[in-house]
């Protein structure tokens, strides 16, 4: 493990928007440990922080709401029964990491948790932290929190839901993710190139097990709603692919396999992409069985990727729909902005840590 971590953090700058009150004083015992929420204003904070302050357990000696909106309509809005004392940081819309780093750099204890804006902490969570965090070795640098996603119990899910879902699969995500503050220091915390909440939080437990460090799951747990959706968020959800791009230039061609993530379709994408680039040639190079060959190639395969994620679905109509048509503009959106990733990253710096 690296030592050349510097001690001690910054003092808190004062904070806009604070809410009046003290937090109440750390459990005689307990690890102490700060909170941060980065947020855009999402109605779903206010669930968030009133769960946050009804749970049983050690509190948080410090909870800072960072409040990334690109422009803001005014103060954030907290719940009056938030916890006491909670700061609000203003990052004017720079990004998650960017939001997450302003945050644990404003606070001074030596666990940070970094919770999402859409999550609710179960009345139990801050008991099971302290536990998690009294149980993590001196080698320990994070422990993750368990995540549950509530789905529909009177019919099947949705391509959305399941995607939400599978968050209760994901590793070292900061949904629920807590991490030593010498980690933070020593790895300079979030990559502020990644610009989504994707990848960001993979990226950063890549780099401190790289440092020496271990991550582990611990028992607490967490419950993530599945948020509102328009039936284009899939295909937003393509620019992804460039956050991929960046992974694989900081962290080798095999970095989903250390970050426990799914591999992806990608392959696939490309050869749909390639059937449809085939098919427009044939057309314009005056080649009509050729051009027909590879459409029908393109029907097929494009069909076979809408059924898949129709076929575990409601089936409903607006269901079936959507899926048939992202399922023909994702493959070369995916195609498209892995590129662009990799030529906008052709060469990253590794991500400074402390000096």
């Not at 970050?259 to 379709?265: D, K």
């Not at 195609?335 to 840590?353: D, E, L, S």
Request: glycine share 10%; net charge positive; proline share 10%.
């Amino acid at each position: 493990m690296s030592t050349h971590a510097n001690g001690g953090a910054p003092e808190p700058p004062p904070a806009p928007g604070a809410v009046s009150g003290a937090l109440p004083g750390p459990v005689s015992g307990a690890v102490e440990y700060a909170v941060v929420v980065p947020t855009i204003g999402r109605p779903c904070l206010d669930a968030c922080l009133r769960a946050l302050a009804a749970c049983s357990g050690p509190p948080p000696v410090e909870v800072v709401v960072v409040d990334d909106r690109p422009e803001p309509d005014g103060a954030l809005r907290l719940p009056p029964d938030g916890v006491p004392g909670t700061r609000v940081l203003a990052t004017g819309g720079r990004g998650p990491a960017a939001a997450r780093n302003a945050g644990w750099r404003a606070v001074g204890a030596p666990w940070v948790v970094f919770l999402d804006d859409d999550v609710q902490v179960l009345p139990d969570w801050a008991d099971r932290l302290a536990a998690d965090l009294a149980k993590a070795g001196d080698s320990t640098g994070g422990v993750q929190g368990r995540l549950t996603v509530p789905l529909p119990e009177d019919r099947r899910p949705t391509d959305w839901e399941r995607g939400t879902a599978g968050l209760e699969r994901a590793a070292w995500a900061t949904a629920d993710m807590a991490y030593r503050a010498t980690v933070l220091k020593e790895t300079g915390g979030f990559d502020e190139r990644f610009p989504r909440a994707f990848r960001e939080d993979a990226d950063l437990a890549l780099r401190a097990m790289d440092a020496g460090w271990s991550l582990r799951r611990g028992e607490r747990v967490t419950r993530h709603p599945v948020r509102p959706a328009d039936r284009w968020v899939s295909v937003r959800a393509q620019r992804g692919n460039a956050d991929d791009a960046l992974m694989g230039r900081l962290h080798g061609a095999h970095w989903w396999a250390r970050a426990q993530a799914p591999r992806g379709r990608l392959p696939g994408h490309l050869a749909v992409t390639a059937l449809a680039c085939a098919a427009v040639l044939g057309v314009a190079a005056g080649r009509p069985r050729a051009a027909a060959a590879a459409g029908a190639l393109w029907a097929c395969a494009t069909a076979e990727f809408a059924w898949k994620r129709i076929a575990p679905g409601p089936r409903t109509r607006d269901e079936v729909t959507t899926m048939i048509a992202t399922s023909a503009v994702i493959p070369p959106l995916a195609v498209w902005h892995r590129v662009a990733g990799g030529v906008r990253h052709r060469a990253p710096a590794p991500w400074g840590g402390a000096s």
